[in-house]
Nanobody, 124 residues
């Protein structure tokens, strides 16, 4: 059974940075593409960024381009999301998700496993 555990969330001032981590266990990590999604209060869960199984391909939402960077370390079974120049609208619960896919996916049904999420709050 795949398990995903996010960490690194917290309270940060506008303009600051955070580094989120997603620890994967239960199966062969390099068989899974991984994505980050976020859900703000009262809003739908939305795609943020994704990375391919090898880490050679990445994609991010237009709203976060230039500020969010996704990476992975297959030796450590971990995916990272570096978030810079944070804004109050980045406030949300951030979730990582894993899916057995040969390509990067931006939609929720393409992911088979989800973590419990980590809260990120940006103060103005």
């Amino acid at each position: 059974q795949v398990q995903l555990v996010e960490s690194g969330g917290g309270l940060v001032q506008a303009g600051g940075s955070l580094s989120l981590s997603c620890a994967f266990s239960g199966r062969t990590f390099s068989d899974y593409a991984v994505g980050w999604f976020r859900q703000a209060p009262g809003k739908e869960r939305e795609f943020v960024a994704a990375i391919s199984r090898s880490g050679n391909s990445k994609m991010s939402a237009d709203s976060v381009k230039g500020r969010y960077n996704i990476s992975r370390d297959n030796a450590k079974n971990t995916v990272y999301l570096q978030v810079d120049k944070m804004q109050p609208e980045d406030t949300a619960i951030y979730y990582c998700a894993a899916g057995v896919s040969t390509s990067i996916a931006t939609t929720r049904p393409r992911y088979d496993y989800w973590g419990q999420g980590t809260q990120v709050t940006v103060s103005s």
